[in-house]
């Protein structure tokens, strides 16, 4: 096994979920209750911070976004897309998901809920705008909380590494012109020098920086815990770049909420249907295709889960703090953790039916090392 290898198994076989990651729904909580109150009691301070623009990016958000995605793209290793041919079947079922049916669902179940069922529940003049958070939302698949997923699934760390470098890559072509063509079919107008702006700032440069940055501390001797140890150092202010960047969002979208609380609870119907949906279809097209269960685990989860920071980042810069696509995609953080620890248990509880297919590689013998250490 290639030193390569043997970082990777490490670093998706331990990756513990943190208590920040296991409360981020408590979290998340917490700031809008703090951007609420914060939103009213100093309104003047907000609409300072939502003037600091250039070329309609926001100057803070954009620091605030940088901080939150580059330390989670330390963890990607580019050079792993070499290792997409070794589990072909799974990484072919989530492509499918991910960038063939994940982004359209969502788009049909917003036309669904906001544009149909919901509408006279909502704003009028926000529904385009929350349909272009849920869009927005399902165009990226997700890419640092995969690993926590994929550990807690007993997945495959070496298809889990390589499909969610796979999935960088696609993200830097795929991603606006899915968004585009999607907001066009749903009337709504595509800046389109604003969106591939959006696509520059927070997934190339971004992506650019974290490789070139972890390639050089990984030339360095002991490179391996350096890379661990820089992670881990910036973990807090990529924590804290979150929760400060929620505030903002809460404090300019207070009066909203507070005139109709139950916005949040409508914006989450559509998308807890799509994580449901497309998770099990990953998970039953993983089956039909014969993947051993350890790839069909972090498979599904990969499918359903989203890249709610680069999400919440585009939808500011396309719509702005008070528009109801950047409460949309804040939707999608609040439900994250707890629905895709319930797809995590669904996974895991359903193994023995999921091997009983006949051609499905038992658990044992995909995946020895993570069955000695689960015994």
Not at 61 to 89: E, F, Q
Not at 230 to 256: D, H
Not at 320 to 343: N, R
Request: contains cysteine.
């Amino acid at each position: 096994m290639s030193i390569q290898c043997e970082v990777a198994e490490k670093r998706a076989g331990d990756s513990p979920m943190g208590i920040f990651e296991r409360y981020l729904t408590v979290w998340v909580f917490l700031c809008i209750a703090a951007g609420i109150g914060l939103g009213q009691l100093f309104p003047g301070l907000f609409r300072f911070v939502g003037r600091l623009e250039v070329a309609q990016i926001n100057l803070p958000v954009a620091v605030m976004i940088w901080l939150m995605i580059i330390p989670m793209l330390l963890k990607i290793d580019l050079r792993a897309l070499s290792g997409v041919r070794r589990h072909w079947r799974g990484v072919g079922v989530t492509l499918f998901v991910n960038w063939g049916v994940k982004p359209f669902s969502m788009a049909l179940l917003a036309w669904i809920f906001i544009r149909g069922l919901f509408a006279d529940w909502l704003p009028a003049d926000q529904i385009d705008s929350y349909i272009a958070g849920l869009i927005l939302l399902a165009a990226a698949p997700c890419t640092a909380m995969v690993f926590v997923w994929s550990n807690l699934s007993h997945g495959e760390p070496h298809y889990t590494l390589s499909q969610v470098a796979l999935n960088d890559i696609i993200m830097v072509f795929a991603f606006a012109p899915i968004v585009g063509l999607l907001l066009g079919l749903s009337a709504i107008t595509v800046p389109w020098e604003t969106l591939f702006l959006s696509v520059l700032l927070y997934i190339v440069v971004p992506l650019a920086i974290a490789h070139t940055w972890r390639s050089a501390i990984l030339r360095r001797k002991h490179g391996d815990r350096h890379l661990a140890d820089l992670i881990k150092m910036l973990q807090p202010a990529s924590l804290l770049a979150l929760l400060a960047t929620l505030v903002l969002l809460f404090g300019f979208q207070g009066e909203q909420i507070l005139a109709q609380p139950l916005i949040i609870l409508m914006l989450a119907v559509p998308i807890l249907i799509q994580v449901f949906f497309n998770s099990g279809l990953a998970y039953l097209l993983n089956r039909a295709v014969r993947s051993p269960h350890c790839v069909a685990g972090p498979s599904a989860l990969i499918g359903a889960s989203n890249f709610f920071e680069l999400a919440v980042a585009t939808a500011i810069v396309l719509f702005g703090f008070q528009s109801g696509a950047a409460l949309a995609t804040v939707v999608g953080v609040l439900i994250e953790v707890p629905v895709m620890l319930a797809a995590v248990a669904v996974v895991n509880r359903t193994r023995g039916w999921y091997e009983r297919r006949e051609g499905v590689v038992p658990h044992q013998e995909c995946c020895p090392a993570e069955q000695h250490r689960t015994e």
